[in-house]
């Protein structure tokens, strides 16, 4: 079975800084699908970025940015400039690309805050 | 304006009781998803479906029950046999059940057994 693994509870950044959030996983697979989803206080999930496995280029989305390292099962997130808004929990989350590959399997988050 | 919507968004229960969540989505999407989620434990997969009349167990499926009768509707019962059924709800949808494909998620619900 799969595993995420998210090992920073919480995270302090300074406003316009940038910080880097950890995400490591474990699969036997080759092929699947890592994603970071967003948590404001709403509680509604967005997506911020998406990898897929086979692709050797590291996903990006405007201030959003990831250091994906395959062989070191590493999915880290990272956030340039950071903004108030950026305040959140954050969910790293791993989908097979199989057949069965229905589900999301999230870690259990690291909550950011953003000082002003 | 498409998405998911849920309802309610706190539900408030007495131990025994069966309860019904509602969700709804006008993305004319075929895969729906619930999910659990508890502090410190991320989100957890409980019943999903790919297509109407079809659905599968997740990962937590005991003391949960759905159904599938139109596209767009996939509720789910928290029944008494649910040990702690204290949780946030939150369901999903997706095009299909191709991974590559965005599960979008709704609100959520927040259920408090009494």
């Known amino acids: 079975a799969q595993t995420v693994t998210q090992s920073q509870p919480e995270m302090s950044v300074q406003e316009a800084e940038t910080v880097t959030l950890s995400c490591t996983y474990d699969t036997s697979e080759s092929d699947y699908y890592l994603f970071w989803y967003k948590q404001p206080p709403s509680r509604q999930m967005i997506l911020v970025i998406r990898q897929e496995a086979y692709k050797q280029q590291n996903a990006t989305e405007n201030r959003f940015s990831v250091n994906f390292q395959k062989a070191a099962k590493s999915f880290s997130l990272k956030i340039s400039d950071s903004q108030l808004g950026d305040a959140a929990m954050y969910f790293c989350a791993y989908r097979s690309s199989k057949s069965s590959g229905d589900k999301l399997t999230f870690g259990t988050g690291t909550r950011l805050a953003v000082r002003p | ?114």
Request: proline letters at 4%; aromatic letters at 12%; glycine letters at 8%.
């Open chain 2, 1 to 114: 304006d498409g998405g998911i919507t849920q309802s309610p968004k706190y539900l408030f229960r007495k131990e025994g009781q069966n309860v019904t969540l509602s969700c709804e989505q006008n993305l004319n999407h075929d895969a729906m998803y619930w999910y659990r989620q508890d502090p410190g434990q991320g989100l957890r997969l409980i019943y999903y479906s790919q297509i109407v009349n079809d659905f599968q167990k997740g990962d937590i499926a005991e003391g949960y029950s759905v159904s599938r009768e139109k596209k767009e509707s996939f509720p789910l019962t928290v029944t008494s046999a649910q040990k702690n059924p204290t949780a946030f709800y939150l369901c999903a949808s997706s095009l299909d059940r191709s991974a590559i494909n965005e599960q979008f998620f709704g609100p959520g619900t927040r259920l408090t057994v009494l």
